[in-house]
Protein backbone atom coordinates (compact mmCIF):
# COMPACT_ATOMS: atom_id res chain seq x y z
CA UNK A 1 0.00 0.00 0.00
CA UNK A 2 1.24 3.34 -1.05
CA UNK A 3 2.42 5.29 1.81
CA UNK A 4 -0.41 8.58 1.75
CA UNK A 5 -3.39 5.95 1.93
CA UNK A 6 -1.72 4.08 5.08
CA UNK A 7 -1.41 7.43 6.63
CA UNK A 8 -4.94 8.75 5.99
CA UNK A 9 -6.10 5.34 7.89
CA UNK A 10 -3.83 5.91 10.32
CA UNK A 11 -5.75 9.32 11.28
CA UNK A 12 -9.07 7.76 10.78
CA UNK A 13 -8.23 4.91 12.98
CA UNK A 14 -7.39 7.76 15.82
CA UNK A 15 -10.48 10.37 15.13
CA UNK A 16 -13.10 7.55 14.35
CA UNK A 17 -13.91 6.24 17.72
CA UNK A 18 -13.78 10.27 18.61
CA UNK A 19 -16.50 11.07 15.83
CA UNK A 20 -18.77 8.57 17.30
CA UNK A 21 -18.65 9.03 20.83
CA UNK A 22 -19.26 12.71 20.06
CA UNK A 23 -22.00 12.30 17.47
CA UNK A 24 -23.86 10.22 19.89
CA UNK A 25 -23.37 12.87 22.65
CA UNK A 26 -25.03 15.54 20.72
CA UNK A 27 -27.58 13.27 19.42
CA UNK A 28 -28.72 12.65 22.82
CA UNK A 29 -28.76 16.47 23.75
CA UNK A 30 -30.62 17.41 20.64
CA UNK A 31 -32.86 14.61 21.96
CA UNK A 32 -33.17 15.91 25.44
CA UNK A 33 -33.83 19.34 24.44
CA UNK A 34 -36.45 18.63 22.05
CA UNK A 35 -38.15 16.90 24.68
CA UNK A 36 -37.27 18.92 27.50
CA UNK A 37 -39.44 22.24 25.36
CA UNK A 38 -42.59 19.93 25.24
CA UNK A 39 -42.19 17.91 28.29
CA UNK A 40 -41.21 17.93 31.99
CA UNK A 41 -37.75 17.59 32.92
CA UNK A 42 -38.60 14.38 34.78
CA UNK A 43 -40.54 13.09 31.93
CA UNK A 44 -37.58 13.56 29.53
CA UNK A 45 -35.63 11.95 31.53
CA UNK A 46 -37.15 8.57 31.96
CA UNK A 47 -37.85 8.71 28.20
CA UNK A 48 -34.32 9.45 27.57
CA UNK A 49 -32.29 7.70 30.29
CA UNK A 50 -31.59 10.28 32.47
CA UNK A 51 -32.81 8.45 35.44
CA UNK A 52 -30.83 5.53 36.85
CA UNK A 53 -32.50 2.36 38.28
CA UNK A 54 -31.98 1.99 41.82
CA UNK A 55 -29.20 -0.50 41.84
CA UNK A 56 -27.43 0.99 38.88
CA UNK A 57 -27.60 4.01 40.90
CA UNK A 58 -26.23 3.08 44.12
CA UNK A 59 -23.68 1.34 42.41
CA UNK A 60 -22.64 4.46 40.55
CA UNK A 61 -22.81 6.29 43.79
CA UNK A 62 -20.51 3.90 45.54
CA UNK A 63 -17.58 3.91 42.95
CA UNK A 64 -17.75 7.51 43.21
CA UNK A 65 -17.40 7.11 46.50
CA UNK A 66 -14.79 4.83 46.38
CA UNK A 67 -12.79 6.74 44.00
CA UNK A 68 -13.09 9.65 46.02
CA UNK A 69 -12.26 8.01 49.05
CA UNK A 70 -8.78 6.53 47.85
CA UNK A 71 -8.33 10.20 46.55
CA UNK A 72 -8.58 12.22 49.82
CA UNK A 73 -5.49 11.04 51.24
CA UNK A 74 -3.75 11.85 48.99
CA UNK A 75 -4.73 15.49 48.82
CA UNK A 76 -4.31 15.52 52.26
CA UNK A 77 -0.83 13.94 52.06
CA UNK A 78 -0.41 16.96 50.13
CA UNK A 79 -1.25 19.18 53.17
CA UNK A 80 1.36 17.52 55.53
CA UNK A 81 3.98 18.22 53.25
CA UNK A 82 3.24 21.38 52.73
CA UNK A 83 3.15 21.82 56.48
CA UNK A 84 6.31 19.61 57.32
CA UNK A 85 8.30 21.96 54.87
CA UNK A 86 7.60 24.89 56.91
CA UNK A 87 9.83 23.64 59.62
CA UNK A 88 13.39 24.40 59.79
CA UNK A 89 16.03 21.51 59.09
CA UNK A 90 19.64 22.65 59.85
CA UNK A 91 22.53 21.57 56.89
CA UNK A 92 26.29 22.46 57.49
CA UNK A 93 26.21 25.72 55.77
CA UNK A 94 30.49 26.77 56.33
CA UNK A 95 32.02 26.53 53.31
CA UNK A 96 34.38 23.68 52.75
CA UNK A 97 38.05 24.99 53.68
CA UNK A 98 39.71 25.99 50.69
CA UNK A 99 43.31 23.53 51.66
CA UNK A 100 40.59 20.37 52.42
CA UNK A 101 38.35 20.33 48.62
CA UNK A 102 37.63 16.85 48.20
CA UNK A 103 38.51 15.36 44.32
CA UNK A 104 35.11 15.43 42.39
CA UNK A 105 33.89 13.81 39.33
CA UNK A 106 30.70 15.39 37.55
CA UNK A 107 29.35 12.60 35.38
CA UNK A 108 27.40 13.55 32.39
CA UNK A 109 25.33 10.43 31.07
CA UNK A 110 23.93 11.27 27.22
CA UNK A 111 22.21 9.43 24.47
CA UNK A 112 21.75 11.40 20.92
CA UNK A 113 21.71 15.16 22.82
CA UNK A 114 23.19 16.84 19.57
CA UNK A 115 20.80 19.98 20.48
CA UNK A 116 22.48 20.90 24.20
CA UNK A 117 25.69 18.39 24.88
CA UNK A 118 27.71 21.58 23.88
CA UNK A 119 25.86 23.74 26.31
CA UNK A 120 26.05 21.33 28.70
CA UNK A 121 29.68 20.22 28.71
CA UNK A 122 30.82 24.14 28.27
CA UNK A 123 28.92 25.13 31.48
CA UNK A 124 30.57 21.94 33.57
CA UNK A 125 34.28 23.21 32.36
CA UNK A 126 33.52 26.50 33.55
CA UNK A 127 32.35 25.50 36.84
CA UNK A 128 34.54 27.79 39.97
CA UNK A 129 36.63 24.80 41.35
CA UNK A 130 40.22 23.66 41.05
CA UNK A 131 41.04 22.36 37.88
CA UNK A 132 43.12 19.56 39.58
CA UNK A 133 40.73 18.63 41.67
CA UNK A 134 37.94 18.16 39.27
CA UNK A 135 37.38 15.26 36.89
CA UNK A 136 34.54 15.45 34.07
CA UNK A 137 33.08 12.10 32.41
CA UNK A 138 31.13 12.58 28.98
CA UNK A 139 28.73 9.23 29.65
CA UNK A 140 28.06 8.76 25.84
CA UNK A 141 25.60 6.55 24.42
CA UNK A 142 25.09 7.74 21.19
CA UNK A 143 24.73 6.83 18.31
CA UNK A 144 24.45 9.75 15.83
CA UNK A 145 26.31 13.23 15.45
CA UNK A 146 26.53 13.84 18.86
CA UNK A 147 29.69 11.96 19.69
CA UNK A 148 31.41 14.16 17.12
CA UNK A 149 30.45 16.75 18.43
CA UNK A 150 31.43 15.68 22.37
CA UNK A 151 34.62 15.07 20.41
CA UNK A 152 35.21 18.51 19.28
CA UNK A 153 34.21 19.80 22.47
CA UNK A 154 36.38 17.53 24.30
CA UNK A 155 39.02 18.43 23.07
CA UNK A 156 38.54 22.12 23.70
CA UNK A 157 38.33 21.91 27.12
CA UNK A 158 41.31 19.66 27.18
CA UNK A 159 43.91 21.92 25.50
CA UNK A 160 43.02 24.47 27.99
CA UNK A 161 43.93 22.19 30.76
CA UNK A 162 40.45 20.41 32.14
CA UNK A 163 40.36 16.85 33.38
CA UNK A 164 37.55 15.76 30.80
CA UNK A 165 37.17 12.55 29.12
CA UNK A 166 35.02 10.66 26.66
CA UNK A 167 33.43 7.49 27.70
CA UNK A 168 31.85 4.91 25.08
CA UNK A 169 30.63 1.64 25.46
CA UNK A 170 29.96 -1.34 23.01
CA UNK A 171 26.28 -1.52 24.02
CA UNK A 172 23.74 0.56 25.77
CA UNK A 173 23.70 -1.98 28.88
CA UNK A 174 21.48 -1.17 31.52
CA UNK A 175 20.76 2.19 29.50
CA UNK A 176 21.63 5.21 31.92
CA UNK A 177 22.09 3.44 35.15
CA UNK A 178 24.97 1.30 33.11
CA UNK A 179 26.54 4.08 32.35
CA UNK A 180 27.02 5.21 35.35
CA UNK A 181 27.99 2.36 36.76
CA UNK A 182 30.85 2.07 34.17
CA UNK A 183 31.55 5.68 34.84
CA UNK A 184 32.16 5.24 38.60
CA UNK A 185 34.45 1.91 38.35
CA UNK A 186 36.97 4.26 36.69
CA UNK A 187 36.01 7.76 38.66
CA UNK A 188 38.79 9.93 40.38
CA UNK A 189 36.48 11.98 42.27
CA UNK A 190 35.42 10.83 46.10
CA UNK A 191 32.05 12.99 45.63
CA UNK A 192 30.04 12.24 41.66
CA UNK A 193 27.94 15.54 40.69
CA UNK A 194 25.37 13.82 37.86
CA UNK A 195 23.83 16.30 35.17
CA UNK A 196 21.58 15.02 32.73
CA UNK A 197 21.82 16.42 29.55
CA UNK A 198 19.53 19.59 29.43
CA UNK A 199 21.11 21.90 32.19
CA UNK A 200 23.48 24.37 32.66
CA UNK A 201 24.82 24.26 35.72
CA UNK A 202 25.72 27.72 37.65
CA UNK A 203 29.80 28.00 38.24
CA UNK A 204 29.10 27.62 41.95
CA UNK A 205 26.93 24.57 42.07
CA UNK A 206 29.97 22.38 43.33
CA UNK A 207 30.99 24.37 45.80
CA UNK A 208 27.31 25.16 47.43
CA UNK A 209 26.53 21.62 47.16
CA UNK A 210 29.69 19.89 48.88
CA UNK A 211 29.17 21.66 52.69
CA UNK A 212 26.66 19.02 54.09
CA UNK A 213 28.85 16.85 53.67
CA UNK A 214 31.36 17.69 56.37
CA UNK A 215 28.37 15.75 57.93
CA UNK A 216 30.02 12.37 57.19
CA UNK A 217 26.47 10.66 57.52
CA UNK A 218 25.40 12.71 54.84
CA UNK A 219 25.46 10.13 51.48
CA UNK A 220 23.77 12.50 49.14
CA UNK A 221 22.45 16.40 48.35
CA UNK A 222 20.44 17.39 46.11
CA UNK A 223 19.75 20.65 44.95
CA UNK A 224 16.78 22.48 43.44
CA UNK A 225 15.14 22.59 39.45
CA UNK A 226 15.21 25.95 38.09
CA UNK A 227 12.92 26.26 34.69
CA UNK A 228 15.22 27.97 31.42
CA UNK A 229 11.73 28.05 29.26
CA UNK A 230 9.47 28.49 31.91
CA UNK A 231 7.72 30.63 30.03
CA UNK A 232 7.60 29.27 26.15
CA UNK A 233 3.57 27.65 26.27
CA UNK A 234 1.07 27.01 28.72
CA UNK A 235 2.54 23.66 29.49
CA UNK A 236 5.91 24.84 30.40
CA UNK A 237 4.51 27.07 32.69
CA UNK A 238 2.21 24.32 34.09
CA UNK A 239 5.56 22.12 34.33
CA UNK A 240 7.14 24.83 35.85
CA UNK A 241 4.77 25.21 38.61
CA UNK A 242 4.60 21.39 38.97
CA UNK A 243 7.86 21.07 39.75
CA UNK A 244 8.27 24.25 42.07
CA UNK A 245 5.19 22.04 44.23
CA UNK A 246 7.75 19.00 44.16
CA UNK A 247 10.64 20.76 45.33
CA UNK A 248 9.27 23.13 47.53
CA UNK A 249 6.67 21.01 49.41
CA UNK A 250 7.22 17.57 48.19
CA UNK A 251 11.47 17.71 49.05
CA UNK A 252 11.48 19.96 51.54
CA UNK A 253 8.49 18.83 53.46
CA UNK A 254 10.23 15.44 53.41
CA UNK A 255 13.71 16.17 54.32
CA UNK A 256 12.45 18.68 57.29
CA UNK A 257 10.45 15.64 58.35
CA UNK A 258 13.39 13.53 58.18
CA UNK A 259 11.15 11.07 55.57
CA UNK A 260 13.16 9.03 53.13
CA UNK A 261 13.29 11.35 49.61
CA UNK A 262 14.67 10.80 46.82
CA UNK A 263 17.71 11.77 44.63
CA UNK A 264 15.80 13.99 41.30
CA UNK A 265 18.23 11.70 38.89
CA UNK A 266 20.38 14.88 38.54
CA UNK A 267 21.55 18.29 39.99
CA UNK A 268 22.58 16.17 43.33
CA UNK A 269 25.82 15.27 44.71
CA UNK A 270 26.97 11.61 45.68
CA UNK A 271 29.24 10.25 47.99
CA UNK A 272 30.96 7.57 46.32
CA UNK A 273 31.29 5.60 49.51
CA UNK A 274 27.38 5.59 50.46
CA UNK A 275 26.96 4.84 46.77
CA UNK A 276 28.78 1.33 47.04
CA UNK A 277 27.08 0.64 50.40
CA UNK A 278 23.73 1.12 49.12
CA UNK A 279 24.79 -1.53 46.18
CA UNK A 280 25.44 0.91 43.56
CA UNK A 281 23.36 1.88 40.55
CA UNK A 282 20.59 -0.79 39.32
CA UNK A 283 18.81 -0.85 35.85
CA UNK A 284 15.85 -3.04 36.82
CA UNK A 285 13.55 -0.22 37.05
CA UNK A 286 12.90 2.59 35.53
CA UNK A 287 13.63 4.90 37.59
CA UNK A 288 17.28 3.72 38.82
CA UNK A 289 17.26 7.43 40.95
CA UNK A 290 14.29 6.68 43.31
CA UNK A 291 15.69 2.90 43.08
CA UNK A 292 19.13 3.74 44.75
CA UNK A 293 17.94 6.88 46.77
CA UNK A 294 15.57 4.09 49.23
CA UNK A 295 18.71 1.46 49.51
CA UNK A 296 20.83 4.14 50.74
CA UNK A 297 18.60 5.84 53.30
CA UNK A 298 17.69 2.17 53.91
CA UNK A 299 21.39 1.69 54.51
CA UNK A 300 22.11 3.82 57.12
CA UNK A 301 22.89 7.02 55.16
CA UNK A 302 21.27 10.63 55.12
CA UNK A 303 20.36 12.76 52.12
CA UNK A 304 20.39 16.42 52.18
CA UNK A 305 18.41 18.75 50.56
CA UNK A 306 18.93 22.49 49.62
CA UNK A 307 16.32 24.51 48.30
CA UNK A 308 18.41 27.93 47.95
CA UNK A 309 20.78 26.21 45.33
CA UNK A 310 19.51 25.77 41.95
CA UNK A 311 20.23 24.16 38.58
CA UNK A 312 18.38 25.53 35.80
CA UNK A 313 17.18 22.93 33.05
CA UNK A 314 14.98 22.50 29.85
CA UNK A 315 11.46 21.86 30.54
CA UNK A 316 9.77 19.41 28.08
CA UNK A 317 8.51 21.40 25.30
CA UNK A 318 5.97 19.32 23.41
CA UNK A 319 3.44 17.48 24.57
CA UNK A 320 4.91 14.11 23.24
CA UNK A 321 8.09 14.59 25.29
CA UNK A 322 6.30 15.25 28.38
CA UNK A 323 4.49 12.15 28.05
CA UNK A 324 7.28 10.12 27.45
CA UNK A 325 8.97 11.61 30.43
CA UNK A 326 6.01 10.51 32.62
CA UNK A 327 5.09 7.58 31.46
CA UNK A 328 8.71 6.54 32.57
CA UNK A 329 8.51 8.25 36.07
CA UNK A 330 4.69 6.02 36.77
CA UNK A 331 5.98 3.03 35.14
CA UNK A 332 9.39 3.33 37.35
CA UNK A 333 7.81 4.39 40.44
CA UNK A 334 5.45 1.58 40.77
CA UNK A 335 8.66 -0.85 39.95
CA UNK A 336 10.39 0.99 42.77
CA UNK A 337 7.93 0.36 45.16
CA UNK A 338 7.27 -3.29 44.30
CA UNK A 339 11.09 -3.76 44.60
CA UNK A 340 11.95 -1.49 47.84
CA UNK A 341 8.27 -1.77 50.08
CA UNK A 342 8.07 -5.53 51.31
CA UNK A 343 11.59 -5.13 52.61
CA UNK A 344 11.20 -1.60 53.69
CA UNK A 345 7.57 -2.23 55.49
CA UNK A 346 9.55 -5.33 57.53
CA UNK A 347 12.38 -2.71 58.30
CA UNK A 348 12.93 -1.39 62.15
CA UNK A 349 11.46 2.32 61.11
CA UNK A 350 8.21 4.22 62.41
CA UNK A 351 4.87 4.12 61.63
CA UNK A 352 4.88 7.82 60.05
CA UNK A 353 8.37 6.69 57.88
CA UNK A 354 6.81 4.10 56.31
CA UNK A 355 3.71 5.30 55.73
CA UNK A 356 5.14 8.31 54.05
CA UNK A 357 7.36 5.97 51.73
CA UNK A 358 3.76 3.96 50.24
CA UNK A 359 2.10 7.11 49.74
CA UNK A 360 5.55 8.31 47.68
CA UNK A 361 6.24 5.49 45.62
CA UNK A 362 3.03 4.43 45.24
CA UNK A 363 1.54 8.22 44.12
CA UNK A 364 1.26 7.78 40.71
CA UNK A 365 -1.68 5.22 41.47
CA UNK A 366 -3.51 9.38 41.96
CA UNK A 367 -3.52 9.34 38.09
CA UNK A 368 -5.99 5.99 37.39
CA UNK A 369 -8.38 7.82 40.25
CA UNK A 370 -8.40 10.48 38.70
CA UNK A 371 -9.20 9.14 35.11
CA UNK A 372 -12.09 7.21 37.38
CA UNK A 373 -13.58 10.46 38.41
CA UNK A 374 -13.46 12.10 35.30
CA UNK A 375 -15.61 9.25 34.23
CA UNK A 376 -17.96 8.78 36.94
CA UNK A 377 -18.36 12.72 36.89
CA UNK A 378 -22.08 13.32 35.13
CA UNK A 379 -22.85 9.76 36.18
CA UNK A 380 -22.88 10.35 39.92
CA UNK A 381 -24.72 13.12 39.62
CA UNK A 382 -27.69 11.69 37.41
CA UNK A 383 -27.26 8.52 40.36
CA UNK A 384 -27.98 11.60 42.86
CA UNK A 385 -31.21 13.05 41.47
CA UNK A 386 -32.29 9.32 40.71
CA UNK A 387 -31.85 8.43 44.47
CA UNK A 388 -33.88 11.50 45.17
CA UNK A 389 -30.19 12.65 46.96
CA UNK A 390 -30.11 16.71 45.41
CA UNK A 391 -30.87 18.41 48.42
CA UNK A 392 -27.35 16.71 49.80
CA UNK A 393 -25.22 18.31 46.56
CA UNK A 394 -23.43 20.48 49.58
CA UNK A 395 -22.19 17.27 50.70
CA UNK A 396 -21.25 15.84 47.56
CA UNK A 397 -19.37 19.36 46.54
CA UNK A 398 -17.78 19.31 50.10
CA UNK A 399 -16.27 15.59 49.80
CA UNK A 400 -15.41 16.66 46.20
CA UNK A 401 -13.78 19.70 47.52
CA UNK A 402 -11.35 17.69 50.26
CA UNK A 403 -9.95 15.90 46.99
CA UNK A 404 -9.40 18.68 44.72
CA UNK A 405 -8.96 22.13 47.13
CA UNK A 406 -5.54 20.79 48.45
CA UNK A 407 -4.07 20.16 45.67
CA UNK A 408 -5.11 23.90 44.68
CA UNK A 409 -3.49 25.11 47.83
CA UNK A 410 -0.37 23.06 46.97
CA UNK A 411 0.28 24.75 43.64
CA UNK A 412 -1.01 28.10 45.35
CA UNK A 413 1.68 28.10 47.84
CA UNK A 414 4.22 26.94 45.39
CA UNK A 415 3.77 29.72 43.02
CA UNK A 416 3.49 32.91 45.55
CA UNK A 417 6.70 30.84 47.13
CA UNK A 418 8.31 31.68 43.58
CA UNK A 419 7.02 35.07 42.91
CA UNK A 420 3.30 35.03 41.76
CA UNK A 421 0.30 36.95 42.23
CA UNK A 422 -3.17 37.31 41.70
CA UNK A 423 -4.63 36.30 37.84
CA UNK A 424 -1.35 35.04 36.66
CA UNK A 425 -1.25 32.99 39.87
CA UNK A 426 -4.72 31.68 39.78
CA UNK A 427 -4.64 30.86 36.24
CA UNK A 428 -1.67 29.04 36.95
CA UNK A 429 -3.04 27.14 39.19
CA UNK A 430 -6.05 26.25 36.73
CA UNK A 431 -3.77 25.12 34.29
CA UNK A 432 -1.51 22.73 36.25
CA UNK A 433 -4.70 21.16 37.24
CA UNK A 434 -5.64 20.55 33.92
CA UNK A 435 -2.37 19.62 33.11
CA UNK A 436 -2.52 16.95 35.62
CA UNK A 437 -5.81 15.78 34.22
CA UNK A 438 -4.87 15.69 30.91
CA UNK A 439 -1.57 13.66 32.10
CA UNK A 440 -4.38 11.08 33.22
CA UNK A 441 -4.74 8.46 30.45
CA UNK A 442 -0.86 8.22 29.78
CA UNK A 443 0.36 7.74 33.08
CA UNK A 444 -2.53 5.42 34.39
CA UNK A 445 -1.28 3.05 31.42
CA UNK A 446 1.98 3.12 32.99
CA UNK A 447 0.44 2.56 35.99
CA UNK A 448 -0.66 -0.77 35.10
CA UNK A 449 2.18 -1.96 32.90
CA UNK A 450 4.24 -0.84 36.41
CA UNK A 451 1.87 -2.99 38.42
CA UNK A 452 1.85 -6.02 35.90
CA UNK A 453 5.83 -6.14 35.95
CA UNK A 454 5.50 -4.63 31.95
CA UNK A 455 9.43 -5.07 31.17
CA UNK A 456 9.68 -1.67 28.82
CA UNK A 457 12.86 -0.37 27.90
CA UNK A 458 14.07 2.83 29.00
CA UNK A 459 12.84 5.72 26.66
CA UNK A 460 14.72 8.94 27.49
CA UNK A 461 13.39 12.62 27.09
CA UNK A 462 14.14 14.82 24.26
CA UNK A 463 15.23 17.94 23.99
CA UNK A 464 15.72 20.64 21.64
CA UNK A 465 17.48 23.14 23.19
CA UNK A 466 18.02 26.52 20.66
CA UNK A 467 16.32 24.60 17.79
CA UNK A 468 13.15 25.65 18.52
CA UNK A 469 11.65 24.81 15.03
CA UNK A 470 9.14 22.31 13.97
CA UNK A 471 10.68 19.22 14.44
CA UNK A 472 9.99 16.42 12.05
CA UNK A 473 7.03 14.18 13.61
CA UNK A 474 6.49 10.41 13.78
CA UNK A 475 3.71 9.03 12.14
CA UNK A 476 2.10 6.76 14.15
CA UNK A 477 -1.42 6.16 16.25
CA UNK A 478 -0.72 5.82 19.91
CA UNK A 479 -3.57 4.71 22.31
CA UNK A 480 -2.61 7.21 24.42
CA UNK A 481 -3.68 10.04 22.12
CA UNK A 482 -6.78 8.49 21.08
CA UNK A 483 -7.89 7.91 24.74
CA UNK A 484 -7.39 11.72 25.35
CA UNK A 485 -9.55 12.75 21.93
CA UNK A 486 -12.41 10.01 23.57
CA UNK A 487 -12.42 12.05 27.14
CA UNK A 488 -12.48 14.80 25.51
CA UNK A 489 -15.05 14.03 23.05
CA UNK A 490 -16.54 12.66 26.13
CA UNK A 491 -16.13 15.58 28.77
CA UNK A 492 -18.17 17.93 26.06
CA UNK A 493 -20.75 15.53 25.81
CA UNK A 494 -21.03 15.78 29.66
CA UNK A 495 -20.63 19.29 29.61
CA UNK A 496 -23.79 19.57 26.88
CA UNK A 497 -26.00 17.17 28.98
CA UNK A 498 -25.33 18.88 31.96
CA UNK A 499 -26.60 22.15 31.10
CA UNK A 500 -29.58 20.66 28.92
CA UNK A 501 -30.47 18.91 32.06
CA UNK A 502 -29.92 21.89 34.76
CA UNK A 503 -27.14 19.90 36.54
CA UNK A 504 -25.26 23.27 37.15
CA UNK A 505 -22.86 22.52 40.22
CA UNK A 506 -21.53 19.82 37.77
CA UNK A 507 -20.29 22.65 35.24
CA UNK A 508 -17.19 23.62 37.09
CA UNK A 509 -15.78 20.23 37.32
CA UNK A 510 -16.86 19.28 33.81
CA UNK A 511 -15.11 22.39 32.39
CA UNK A 512 -11.62 21.49 34.06
CA UNK A 513 -11.59 18.01 32.89
CA UNK A 514 -12.69 19.51 29.44
CA UNK A 515 -9.73 21.48 29.48
CA UNK A 516 -7.19 19.43 30.74
CA UNK A 517 -8.08 16.43 28.25
CA UNK A 518 -8.58 18.54 25.02
CA UNK A 519 -5.48 20.57 26.29
CA UNK A 520 -2.94 17.41 25.54
CA UNK A 521 -5.12 16.17 22.69
CA UNK A 522 -5.27 18.94 20.04
CA UNK A 523 -1.26 19.83 20.20
CA UNK A 524 -1.20 16.01 19.19
CA UNK A 525 -3.59 15.65 16.59
CA UNK A 526 -2.04 18.76 15.07
CA UNK A 527 1.33 16.86 15.01
CA UNK A 528 -0.19 14.05 13.14
CA UNK A 529 -1.82 15.70 10.96
CA UNK A 530 1.58 17.55 9.88
CA UNK A 531 2.87 14.44 9.82
CA UNK A 532 0.38 13.15 6.97
CA UNK A 533 1.42 16.07 5.28
CA UNK A 534 5.67 15.58 5.66
CA UNK A 535 5.93 12.47 5.78
CA UNK A 536 4.81 10.85 2.28
CA UNK A 537 6.47 13.86 0.70
CA UNK A 538 9.90 12.28 2.56
CA UNK A 539 9.05 8.87 1.31
CA UNK A 540 8.16 9.45 -1.93
CA UNK A 541 11.28 11.08 -2.37
CA UNK A 542 13.45 8.31 -0.82
CA UNK A 543 14.58 10.33 2.21
CA UNK A 544 12.43 8.90 4.88
CA UNK A 545 15.15 7.93 6.98
CA UNK A 546 17.56 10.40 6.62
CA UNK A 547 15.44 13.41 6.86
CA UNK A 548 14.37 12.18 10.59
CA UNK A 549 17.61 11.76 12.24
CA UNK A 550 18.70 15.27 10.22
CA UNK A 551 15.73 17.66 11.13
CA UNK A 552 16.00 16.86 14.81
CA UNK A 553 13.79 17.54 17.78
CA UNK A 554 10.98 15.76 19.69
CA UNK A 555 9.29 13.63 17.41
CA UNK A 556 12.46 12.47 15.43
CA UNK A 557 14.13 11.35 18.44
CA UNK A 558 10.45 9.51 19.35
CA UNK A 559 10.62 8.25 15.81
CA UNK A 560 14.44 6.66 16.50
CA UNK A 561 13.53 4.99 19.36
CA UNK A 562 10.55 3.54 19.43
CA UNK A 563 7.10 3.33 20.98
CA UNK A 564 8.52 0.69 23.78
CA UNK A 565 4.78 -0.97 23.92
CA UNK A 566 4.75 -1.38 20.01
CA UNK A 567 8.09 -1.87 18.91
CA UNK A 568 10.05 -3.42 21.88
CA UNK A 569 11.21 -6.76 19.96
CA UNK A 570 10.75 -6.00 16.31
CA UNK A 571 13.50 -3.19 17.17
CA UNK A 572 15.76 -6.07 18.56
CA UNK A 573 15.33 -5.43 22.43
CA UNK A 574 16.45 -8.05 24.29
CA UNK A 575 16.32 -8.66 28.02
CA UNK A 576 18.46 -7.61 30.50
CA UNK A 577 17.87 -7.09 34.23
CA UNK A 578 14.34 -6.99 34.46
CA UNK A 579 14.30 -3.99 31.29
CA UNK A 580 14.77 -4.75 28.02
CA UNK A 581 17.48 -2.53 25.82
CA UNK A 582 18.08 -1.86 22.57
CA UNK A 583 20.55 -3.76 20.31
CA UNK A 584 22.93 -1.42 19.61
CA UNK A 585 22.69 -0.37 15.82
CA UNK A 586 26.46 -0.82 13.55
CA UNK A 587 29.21 1.68 14.04
CA UNK A 588 30.68 2.95 11.81
CA UNK A 589 34.95 2.54 11.09
CA UNK A 590 34.98 5.90 11.24
CA UNK A 591 33.49 6.16 14.77
CA UNK A 592 35.40 2.50 15.81
CA UNK A 593 39.13 3.69 14.85
CA UNK A 594 38.23 7.63 16.87
CA UNK A 595 37.21 5.27 19.91
CA UNK A 596 39.04 2.17 19.73
CA UNK A 597 40.56 3.19 23.67
CA UNK A 598 37.54 3.56 25.56
CA UNK A 599 39.12 4.91 28.37
CA UNK A 600 41.50 7.53 27.34
CA UNK A 601 44.69 8.10 29.16
CA UNK A 602 44.65 11.27 31.10
CA UNK A 603 46.88 13.86 31.84
Not at 125 to 149: F, G, K, N, W
Not at 235 to 241: K, S
Request: hydrophobic residues 45%; charged residues 20%; neutral net charge.
Amino acid sequence: MSPIPLSILQLWSMVQPVRSVANAGFARVRAYSLCFAKAGTDECERGLGGRMSNIAALLVMALTVGVLAFLIPFAFHRTLLLVLSGRNRFEHGSPWPEQQLPHVTVQLPIYNERHVVSRLIDAVCRMDYPAHLLEVQVLDDSDDVTSRIVDERVAVWQARGVDIVHITRGSRDGFKAGALAEGMSVAKGEFLLVLDADFVSPPGLLRDLLPPFQDASVGMVQARWDHLNRHETWFTEAQALLLDGHFLFEQGGRHAGDRFFNFNGTAGVWRRKCLEEAGGWHADTLTEDLDLSYRAQMAGWRFAYLDHISAPAEIPSTVEALEVQQRRWAQGGIQTARKILPTLLRGPYPFLVKAEAVIHLCGHVAHPLTWALALLLFPSAIARRSLGLEQYLLMDVLIFGMATVPFMIFYWQAGARRGQAGIGLLRGVARTLALGIGLSIPVSRAVFRGLADHPDPFVRTAKTGDARGEPYPRVAVRWDDVGKSMMAALMATYLALAIAGGYWGQLPFILLFLTGYTGLAIPVLRSRWRALRVAPLAELSGQRHSLVPELGGIESEQYQEGDPEQQAYENGLRPLAGVLERAQPEISEERKARHQDPWPTRA
